[in-house]
C-alpha cells in the first residue's frame, strides 16, 4: 500500500519542468525601458493586418473557424503546399507541444541542442519523455553530435533553424545529412520561427523536405517578421499521418478570429515584409560589426541568420554586469544564466535608433570595467 496523499500531487516529471522565463519589459525598479529582450519586430505590423484585426470586433460572439479554412488555404497558395497538410495552434509554441504530445511519451528520449530554444524541454517532459542534450560546436547546432545521441529510444529532435538564442543557422547540405542520419520513425522538427530572416534567402531545405518525407515537421509562427506576437499565430506542415495525430489532441478553437484575420492580411502585405528584412539585415551586420570591434575587451557576436545576436563576453565586463548596466542606461536584453550561458546576452536587432543606443551604452559599460 502506498502512503495515502493529502491533496492532488503533480506528476513527477512535470514538476521537473524550470518554468519558462519570459523577456521583461520593465527594470527592477519597474520603469519602462526599450525592449530587445523578445525578438519582437521593431517596426510594428503591417497596416493591414491592423486594420483586418480591428475589423472583426464586428465577430466577436462568433467561433473561430475551428478547421481555419482561409488562413490554411492562403499560406498553402503562398508557399505552394497542400491545404490539407497544414496544421496550425496558438502560436507555433502550441504546434511544437502538439509535436511531443503525438509522437513522444514516458520511456522516449527527445534530442535538442544545447543553447537550444526552452519551449524543447518544457514540451518533452510535460508528455513524461527524456530530453537529451546533444553538445554544439561553437555554439552552433553540431550534426554529427545530435546523430551520436540517437538510440532506439530516441522519438523526436528539435531543431531551431536559425537557432534561438544563438542564431546560428545549419545549411541546408547538413539539415539534408541529419534527415539521412535518421531512423524513418523518428520525427524531425525543423522550427523555422526566424526563416524569413535569412541572409539571401538560404533556405535550409526543410519545406520540400516536409514535403516529401514522411518524419519532418516544418513550424512557422507570425511572431516575429510578421510582427504578430499579441496574437498568437503558428503553424507546421508535414505528411498527412503526422498532421492527423497533432489535430487529435489541439484545442479545437486555440486560434483567434482576430489573429487569423490579422494573419491572412499580413500575408498579403510583402512590402512590409520586404522593409523589416532589409532593416534586419542591415542594422544586424552593423551591430555585429561593432560588437566585434570590442573584441580586445572580450566580447564577440555569434554570427546569427536571425533578428537578434548573442553577444558573448569573455573579458572584463562580464554579461551580467552589462545586463544590469544596460537596465540602468534603459535597454532590456536577453542575460540566459538558466539556459547555460551565464557569459552571454542576447540583444533584439531594434530600430536604429534603438540598435545604436544599445550599442553606445555597452561601448560606455566596456570602458566602465578598464
Ligand atoms: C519565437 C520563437 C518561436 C515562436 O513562438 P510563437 O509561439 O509562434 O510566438 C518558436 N521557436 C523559436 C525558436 C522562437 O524563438
Not at 511544437?96 to 526552452?118: N, Q
Not at 541572409?199 to 517578421?225: Q, W
Not at 538558466?338 to 530600430?351: A, C, E, K, V
Request: with cysteine; glycine share 10%.
Amino acid at each position: 500500500m502506498s502512503t495515502p496523499q493529502t491533496k492532488p500531487v503533480a506528476k513527477p516529471w512535470i514538476m521537473a519542468i524550470a518554468p519558462y522565463v519570459p523577456g521583461r519589459s520593465t527594470t527592477d525598479d519597474g520603469r519602462k525601458v526599450v525592449k530587445l529582450s523578445s525578438n519582437e519586430n521593431p517596426l510594428g505590423t503591417s497596416p493591414r493586418a491592423k486594420e483586418a484585426f480591428v475589423s472583426a470586433a464586428d465577430r466577436l460572439e462568433r467561433y473561430p473557424d475551428a478547421s481555419a479554412t482561409e488562413l490554411r488555404d492562403v499560406l498553402a497558395e503562398k508557399h505552394g503546399l497542400d491545404p490539407e497538410r497544414i496544421i496550425y495552434g496558438n502560436g507555433s509554441d502550441e504546434v511544437l507541444h502538439l509535436a511531443a504530445g503525438a509522437f513522444a511519451g514516458p520511456g522516449d528520449e527527445v534530442i535538442y541542442v544545447r543553447y537550444g530554444f526552452a519551449v524543447y524541454e518544457i514540451a518533452a517532459r510535460r508528455v513524461g519523455a527524456t530530453p537529451v542534450i546533444a553538445p554544439d560546436t561553437d555554439y552552433a547546432t553540431d550534426v554529427d553530435a545530435i546523430l551520436a545521441c540517437v538510440t532506439e529510444k530516441t522519438k523526436l529532435i528539435y531543431i531551431a533553424n536559425p537557432n534561438n538564442p544563438t542564431g546560428t543557422y545549419s545549411t541546408r547540405a547538413e539539415i539534408a545529412r541529419l534527415h539521412a542520419g535518421l531512423r524513418p520513425d523518428i520525427l524531425l522538427v525543423l522550427d523555422h520561427a526566424y526563416a524569413e530572416y535569412i541572409e539571401g534567402d538560404a533556405e535550409d531545405g526543410g519545406m520540400a523536405l516536409a514535403e516529401s518525407a514522411s518524419n519532418v515537421l516544418v513550424t512557422r509562427t507570425f511572431s516575429k517578421m510578421y510582427g504578430l506576437a499579441a496574437e498568437r499565430i503558428g503553424w507546421g506542415y508535414g505528411s498527412a499521418e503526422i498532421i492527423d495525430a497533432m489535430h487529435r489532441i489541439r484545442l479545437p478553437f486555440s486560434i483567434t478570429i482576430a489573429g487569423t484575420a490579422a494573419a491572412v492580411a499580413a500575408l498579403g502585405d510583402g512590402e512590409f515584409v520586404e522593409s523589416t528584412r532589409a532593416h534586419n539585415a542591415e542594422w544586424r551586420r552593423w551591430f555585429s560589426q561593432e560588437i566585434d570591434k570590442l573584441g580586445n575587451a572580450g566580447l564577440r557576436a555569434v554570427p546569427s541568420q536571425a533578428n537578434f545576436v548573442l553577444v558573448l563576453f569573455e573579458g572584463k565586463l562580464t554579461a551580467e554586469v552589462a545586463y544590469k548596466g544596460l537596465m540602468d542606461a534603459g535597454y532590456i536584453v536577453r542575460w540566459l544564466p538558466g539556459q547555460g550561458l551565464p557569459h552571454g546576452l542576447r540583444i533584439t536587432i531594434g530600430t536604429a535608433e534603438e540598435t545604436q543606443g544599445v550599442m553606445t551604452a555597452l561601448r560606455d559599460l566596456v570602458e566602465a570595467a578598464g
